[in-house]
């Protein structure tokens, strides 16, 4: 058996040698030799989904994956810091946009960290007084070219702008390596067991994976479970595609917004307990 095992082992490694010494032909014969790898218990299953993402980084343009500016949250360049201090407490954001009178101009970034160390002092400062440089980028830049460089520049956010120089989106560096290791849980997230958390009486972060029955019987709620299982698949179903960050769906006095979705399937979604009254307090995207 060792022996068998040990000329499987090395026919293997004869075959990979062989593979990367010469040209390979195309990626789907790479991944055939990565994947018998991984039936052979010489790579785990973590790792091929991370070489798999690795290559697929190397594919996807920056305006794949970016945040279209519709969704972004920012901030004026001429607000005072006192005034924004409750719209970073509700995003929960650590970097925000700074525009100029043009919306679609991009002016700088505001870091959370230099809004809370000035707002501890007794002077009304100005977003444009402690905002940083952005990073501009063109939507066609591919996607590990723009990790390199925000490793060289370390920078974690750069501004998406168009063929005419506007900002059309954003991007960060969690979104760039989130194609690589999956989703990086942060501010949003809470524990593996938990699918519901409790910001404040009518606000709550909702796991898209949430079986509906669990919810009905949290919230008192009756949102049919027939034929589908889950929050995230009542979203889509209501919707009819996957829907990407800031997109809304309201269901039986509860909306439901994206905060984070990938191309197969959403993730993670804030819940607004509302009455008739409320619907209309709420515009569409990411409040």
Known sequence: MKDEYSGEHRSWLGRLGHFLAGEPEDREDLMELLRDAEKRGLLDSEALAMIEGVLQ?????????????AQMVVVPQDAELEIILPLVAESAHSRYPVIGEDRAEVVGVLLVKDLLARSLKNRQYLVREIMRPAQFVPENKRLNVLLRECRANRSHMAIVVDEYGAAAGLVTIEDVLEQIVGEIEDEH?????????RKNEREYTVK??????????YFGADL??????????LIVHHLGHVPRRGERVDLDGFRFVVLRADNRRVHLVKLIRMSGAMADQFPDGVD
């Open 57 to 69: 980084v190397a594919e996807l343009r920056v305006g794949d994956i970016m945040i279209p500016r």
């Open 189 to 197: 997230d809470f524990g593996d067991e938990d699918y519901i958390f």
């Open 208 to 217: 898209a994976l949430a079986p509906i029955e669990e919810f009905n019987e």
């Open 224 to 233: 049919s479970d027939e034929a589908y299982d889950t929050i995230g698949g």
